[in-house]
């Protein structure tokens, strides 16, 4: 069982940077591979960025590449407690959405349906 709970949206211009964070808690949350997703009104969600369960391997929508980061802390917790990071740069009015956290044990197949666990989300709105 994985927890994950997002945080750090909020009001940015256009240019602007900020950086969300996914609290995790779980004794197997080494083993997922980590995503975020967005979801803006009337659209569906879709696939911004993921990170490779070691840490190692990153994945980018084309949308974000080059300006968003991905990161996640893997460090020994004896309370079973990490973070997953995604720095945001540059930001687009066109980025404005609902950003999700997701868990997902394959490390494959990048699309909502196939995730394991989800956040609640985090609003980011990006002004012009």
């Known amino acids: 069982q994985i927890q994950l709970v997002e945080s750090g949206g909020g009001l940015v211009q256009a240019g602007g940077s900020l950086r969300l964070s996914c609290a995790a808690s779980?004794?197997?949350?080494?083993?997922?591979?980590m995503g975020w997703f967005r979801q803006a009104p009337g659209k569906e969600r879709e696939f911004v960025a993921a990170?490779?369960?070691?840490?190692?391997?990153?994945?980018?929508?084309?949308?974000v590449k080059g300006r968003f980061t991905i990161s996640r802390d893997n460090a020994k917790s004896t309370l079973y407690l990490h973070t997953v990071y995604l720095q945001m740069n540059s930001l687009k009015p066109e980025d404005t959405a609902v950003y999700y956290c997701?868990?997902?044990?394959?490390?494959?197949?990048?699309?909502?349906?196939?995730?394991?666990?989800w956040g609640e989300g985090t609003l980011v709105t990006v002004s012009s």
């Open positions: 990170i490779s369960s070691a840490g190692i391997n990153t994945y980018y929508a084309d949308s």
């Open positions: 779980g004794r197997t949350f080494i083993n997922y591979a």
């Open positions: 997701a868990a997902n044990i394959h490390g494959s197949n990048w699309y909502a349906g196939g995730m394991d666990y």
